[in-house]
């Protein structure tokens, strides 16, 4: 399994930037696909997540009402719409995905064991 993050970028408070993850390697139809992000000196958070069958999604309270995880399954990708950004939103953020995680475990890093590579959000004030 192999996921490629992209759609990074530097932006202005109170703009838009659309994040992709592109999977390959796997059918992903028992997946769960996350995000989840880390700033300077802080732990990596989660920040949403969906079920690849069924389109269950979760999100971090800092993020709900803002941000929107999406997927495509005939394109095996997974967008996080980022709406109304902040400066706090400035971060490395990474998808992950995991076979048959249970919903309850979705926010836990570890749980994860498929990775991207990190892109970055700036965001300035």
């Known amino acids: 399994v192999q996921l490629q993050a992209s759609g990074g970028g530097l932006v202005q408070a109170g703009d838009s930037l659309r994040l992709s993850c592109a999977a390959s390697?796997?059918?992903?139809?028992?997946?769960?696909m996350g995000w989840f992000r880390q700033a300077p000196g802080k732990e990596r958070e989660f920040v949403a997540a969906i079920r690849w069958s069924g389109g269950n999604t979760a999100y971090a309270d800092s993020v709900k009402g803002r941000f929107t995880i999406s997927k495509d399954m005939a394109k095996k990708t997974v967008w996080l719409q980022m709406n109304s950004l902040k400066s706090e939103d400035t971060a490395e953020y990474y998808c992950?995905?995991?076979?048959?995680?249970?919903?309850?475990?979705?926010?836990?890093?570890?749980?994860?064991?498929?990775w991207g590579q990190g892109t970055q959000v700036t965001v300035s004030s």
């Open positions: 390697g796997s059918s992903f139809s028992s997946y769960v």
């Open positions: 992950a995905a995991r076979a048959g995680l249970i919903w309850g475990r979705i926010r836990s890093e570890s749980d994860y064991n498929y």
